[in-house]
Structures are given as C-alpha cells and as structure tokens.
C-alpha cells in the first residue's frame, strides 16, 4: 500500500508540473495544460488502483490536481477481509513568476543573424531553414519568460542581433560614439570596439572613458540592419523585432557578447534610458524567501559559427572569451547555445567556455534540438514549484 501511494502521489505531482510547463510554453493555454495533466497521471499512476476519482483545475496560475474516494487493491491485506484501502491527497503547482516568484529577471540574447544562418553565397537573406528556427525559438523564450503582471517582480529581455557588428540604429549611436550617424535610418549605425583601456570593461562611453569607433560613415549598408532593444517587459515589441531580422555578414562574436552585457549593466542606463535600465547588481546576491536570488541578470548567447571579424585587439573568440569571464565575475548567468557547430574547434570551446557551468551550454544539431534549447533555458528561469 505505501508504495503505491507514493506511487500516486508521485504521479499526481509529475500531472501538476507537466501542466505548468504547457500552461507556460502555450501562452497560457488551460485545455492543453488540463490535457498534459491527465496524460500525464495516467502514464505515471499506480496500477494498483482499483477506483480512480481524479479532478484537473486551474485558477490564478495554480494547477491543482484532486484524488478522492479513490482506493487501493491490498492483496495481502485480502486474507484479513480488507481488499482495498482509501487514497486521499490534493498536489498544487504554482508557476514561480511574477509576485509568486519573489525574483526579478533581466535576460539579455545575443542572437546570430550572420549569413551563414542563411546558407550558401552571397550569405544574405530574409528566410532561411535556420533563421526562422532561430526566430521561432527565441520568441518561445520570450513568450514563457516574460509574465503578464510586471506589477510586483519585472521580467525583461533585451535583444542583440550581431553579424559583422552590432547596430545600436541612431537613438544610441551618438551617445555610444561621440559622434553624429551618417546616411538615413540605421544603415551607417554599426558598432566596433573602444580600442582604449576600457575595452574589456562596462564603462558606459562618455568623454573620460572614451567612445567606441564604428562603421564608416560614407558608403554601403553596416551588417546587421537589425538594431538593438534594450531590456523590455513588451512581449508584442520584443517578437516584432525577433521577426524583422534578416541574415548577413560575417561574425564579430566579440561584439554582440560584450553588447549583451552592456544591456543589463546599471551603468549603461544612462545611454539605454530609466525605463530599460538593469537593476543594481547587489540584487543578485539577496534572497528572497524561497531562498532564490532577489535578481536574475542573465545572458543567453546563440550562434551558429566561428568568430572571425574583428578591427582592434586580439582576435574576436579570444575578447569574446574575456568578456564572458568578466560578466560572470559581475554575478551574471551565461547560458551558450551552439547551432550546429560540431562538437570540436574553436566555435564548440568558446560556448563552452562561456557558458557558467556545463549544464549550461546547449549544442544543437538541428532545428527542433535548437527550439529546445531555448525552452529549457526558459524553464530554468521561469521555474515551477510545488505548493506546500
């Protein structure tokens, strides 16, 4: 009997959390949530039970999952006269976001719109196999992550498209130059290095610490057309701008690395604007009363290729590598995700490198394996906790 219970009541949990994972990855849909749910006790209840009233509910984000009058064969207990013994227990799963998290999140995303997310020569496109998976499991994150009531607690993503540069468009660029963008829109707005003693560092530009150079200011298109966002709790906003990259140009991966982290450093509030600010980093070390950080700062790093431009320094995988060791010294979570790189060179070593631990560096093959990817980081950061 006691095995079986445990049994039961372990399904019963596994039902309640299967049910939250799906409340979240489908946008809040409770008959697919409800569905998983009994799917899920059935595939893990015991086959022991001999009557089963089971009930599904959902209210306010809290998946609950009832058992009355529902009973146990006992057949040892059979001799004494007793052929089933009564089971009785609710199990709750809260979605930890929002004021039930207790947690602000901040996540920048470093995304790879190079060409070679498109495939083939002349390495540009609108769609392609590997961009519109890119896009598709992106806006997943985006979708899971970011919750409804900001009221309380913040969840805010950032996005950093980077092919050849990282274009900043033309609200950022004179504050992060020192100087006036060229041409129309943002197709002269690109980014290059602070080729001074504050490359490696998160100075915000200003005359003292020095500006960054950039893209030419006469002739051609910067790559990529793409323009940053700083953090922002716009789901809407955010998968608009998810959807409007394009793939071109080679891959600075320095630059979108470091530009990731700019965006959730409080110093860069000043370019970026009080409402898109990072929250002070000593939140990071504070818990709340689930004893999990009062602050998530969080990079997600994707790219698909080798690092192979840069214009000062050290070559673009070795200051990519020294940006990630100096987030991670500022409380910053790293996860890597490498789209089809292979499981060796110098790609494959610098998303393991950066990343915080091993558990967090993801080697997609394919499509479907990188939209997973996405989805686990998700979950990681969006948890579900059982209710007491």
């Not at 002349?122 to 992550?145: E, F, G, N, R």
């Not at 009221?151 to 498209?161: C, D, G, K, W």
Request: proline share 3%; with cysteine; glycine share 10%.
């Amino acid at each position: 009997y006691a095995a079986a219970r445990s049994h039961t009541l372990h399904a019963m949990d596994t039902a309640v959390l299967a049910a939250g994972r799906v409340l979240q990855i489908e946008s809040g849909d409770e008959t697919k949530a409800l569905a998983a749910a009994q799917r899920y006790y059935q595939q893990n209840k015991s086959n022991l039970l001999s009557n089963d009233n089971i009930t599904f509910s959902i209210e306010d984000g809290e998946i609950t999952v009832s058992i009355s009058d529902s009973r146990i064969r006992t057949p040892f207990l059979g001799v004494m006269g007793i052929s089933e013994l009564k089971i009785q227990n609710v199990s709750k799963a809260i979605i930890a976001a929002g004021s039930n998290a207790g947690s602000n999140v901040e996540i920048a995303m470093m995304l790879d719109v190079t060409g070679s997310m498109c495939g083939g020569w002349p390495y540009q496109c609108t769609t392609a196999a590997k961009l519109d998976s890119m896009k598709a499991a992106a806006k997943d994150l985006i979708d899971i992550v970011v919750w409804e009531d900001q009221s309380e607690f913040t969840s805010r993503i950032a996005l950093v498209p980077f092919s050849e540069h990282v274009n900043v468009g033309p609200t950022y660029f004179s504050a992060i130059t020192g100087a006036s963008p060229g041409g129309s829109g943002d197709e002269r707005t690109c980014i290059r290095e602070r080729d001074n003693a504050n490359r490696y560092n998160a100075a915000s530009p200003n005359g003292a610490n020095g500006f960054f150079t950039h893209f030419p200011q006469s002739g051609g298109t910067c790559k990529p057309t793409a323009t940053v966002m700083p953090l922002s709790a716009d789901k809407t906003a955010l998968k608009a701008q998810v959807d409007s990259f394009s793939g071109r140009g080679g891959t600075a991966g320095h630059l979108g690395t470091q530009f990731a982290w700019y965006m959730l450093d409080p110093g860069w509030g000043s370019i970026w604007g009080n409402q898109s600010k990072g929250l002070s980093y000593s939140l990071t070390s504070q818990l709340n009363e689930y004893g999990k950080p009062r602050l998530y700062k969080i990079a997600v790093l994707m790219t698909d290729g080798e690092y192979n431009r840069q214009y000062s320094g050290d070559q673009s995988t070795n200051q990519a590598r020294e940006f990630c060791a100096r987030m991670k010294d500022e409380g910053i979570v790293i996860y890597t995700i490498g789209f089809e790189i292979g499981t060796s060179g110098s790609a494959y070593e610098t998303m393991q490198q950066c990343a915080s631990t091993e558990e967090h560096f993801y080697n997609a093959s394919n499509g479907e394996e990188l939209r997973m990817s996405f989805r686990d980081i998700a979950m990681r950061v969006s948890t579900l906790r059982l209710a007491e």
